[in-house]
């Protein structure tokens, strides 16, 4: 079974610049989920989704960060303008069912980003 | 805010001896699941193990185990016999009602030849 694949892997901007990052979930998961993951520190939850529908986005910064899942597999994570405080990895996870809690989030490679 | 605490920022083992890696947590819910994922300098992070609130046993997975202590709120981790490809970064995490993990600081485990 493939696993939750991500692209790119490393990204390096200039602050003020956009990047978007993209997530393809294990096949049949139905929730999906984006972490930001500082230096030193354990990853923090971005936004999650069930199927196409947003659970949870309360620390989303919407100023500059937008994600998509339009048809309820891959997702996209943008965000426009870039801070130098944007610097981190990306992690995507997803989970098999609709009800999230006690199910295991499997986690992609993620995607390095570096603002300069 | 629900608070995941990893208080040992690093440790150190010999390789085949056994290591406990501490967590503790904060919760008002009943009902709540306690997971454990290791992140290698790769970066990505790989399920461990998992214990449900209202599980009677503590969870077992192969050389991991899971020390669960429901009173104190306490989650440990620990690792039988442990191996150099155990060096990694390993997180506690804690499960909200709808899925969301909260992670704590994190652990810097060293294995020593």
């Known amino acids: 079974e493939a696993g939750v694949a991500q692209s790119p892997r490393y990204k390096i901007i200039e602050k003020r610049q956009s990047v978007a990052f993209w997530c393809n979930p294990i096949s049949g998961h139905a929730t999906l989920y984006w972490y930001q993951q500082i230096l030193g520190q354990g990853p923090k939850l971005l936004i999650q989704f069930q199927n196409n529908g947003v659970v949870d986005d309360s620390q989303l910064p919407k100023d500059r960060f937008s994600a998509e899942r339009l048809k309820g597999v891959d997702s996209t994570l943008k965000i426009q303008p870039a801070k130098l405080e944007d610097s981190a990895v990306y992690l995507c996870?997803?989970?098999?069912?609709?009800?999230?809690?006690?199910?295991?989030?499997?986690f992609g490679p993620g995607t390095r980003l570096l603002v300069l | 805010a629900q608070k995941i605490t990893q208080t040992q920022p690093g440790m150190f083992v010999q390789e085949k001896e056994a290591v406990t890696l501490d967590c503790t947590y904060d919760t008002s819910d009943p009902s709540y699941g306690l997971f454990w994922y290791k992140q290698p300098s790769s970066g990505e992070m790989i399920f461990l193990i998992y214990q449900g609130s209202y599980d009677q046993q503590n969870a077992t997975e192969g050389r991991y185990s899971l020390n669960f202590q429901k009173a104190r709120k306490s989650a440990n981790l620990v690792i039988s016999a442990s191996q150099l490809g155990d060096s990694a970064m390993y997180f506690c995490a804690r499960d909200s009602s709808y899925g969301k993990l909260t992670f704590g600081q994190g652990t810097i485990l060293t294995v020593h030849p």
């Open positions: 996870a997803s989970s098999l069912g609709g009800k999230g809690a006690r199910e295991t989030q499997y």
